[in-house]
Nanobody, 119 residues
Framework: QVQLVESGGGLVQAGGSLRPSCAASGSISSHNTMGWYRQTPGNTRELGAS???????NYADSVKGRFAISRDNAKNTVYLQMNSLKPEDTAVYYCNARFVQGIRPYNYWGQGTQVTVSS
């Protein structure tokens, strides 16, 4: 089992910044992809940004140039630096970790952290 613990969400004014983090513990493979997804009421969960254990990143078009994802492999922790926040960034942000061990895929989610951007 893998546990993902998120912290660092909150309320911020438009144009501000937040830096949530997500720490993974348990039986997580050293070769994994971690990321942040976001979800608003009535909508599907969508990718914000992801990063592999090798450092390759992927961003949704809506956050490119404003968000930066990074990780500390020694701590199994991923960070999301969110700058120039907009009201439309308001959502619950979920940490995700996925990897394959043998032939079996694993996919884990954190409990979510609320990010609210006021106009």
């Amino acid at each position: 089992q893998v546990q993902l613990v998120e912290s660092g969400g909150g309320l911020v004014q438009a144009g501000g910044s937040l830096r949530p983090s997500c720490a993974a513990s348990g039986s997580i493979s050293s070769h994994n992809t971690m990321g942040w997804y976001r979800q608003t009421p009535g909508n599907t969960r969508e990718l914000g940004a992801s990063i592999t254990s090798g450092g390759s990143t992927n961003y949704a078009d809506s956050v490119k140039g404003r968000f930066a994802i990074s990780r500390d492999n020694a701590k199994n922790t991923v960070y999301l630096q969110m700058n120039s926040l907009k009201p439309e960034d308001t959502a619950v942000y979920y940490c995700n970790a996925r990897f394959v061990q043998g032939i079996r895929p694993y996919n884990y989610w954190g409990q979510g952290t609320q990010v609210t951007v006021s106009s």
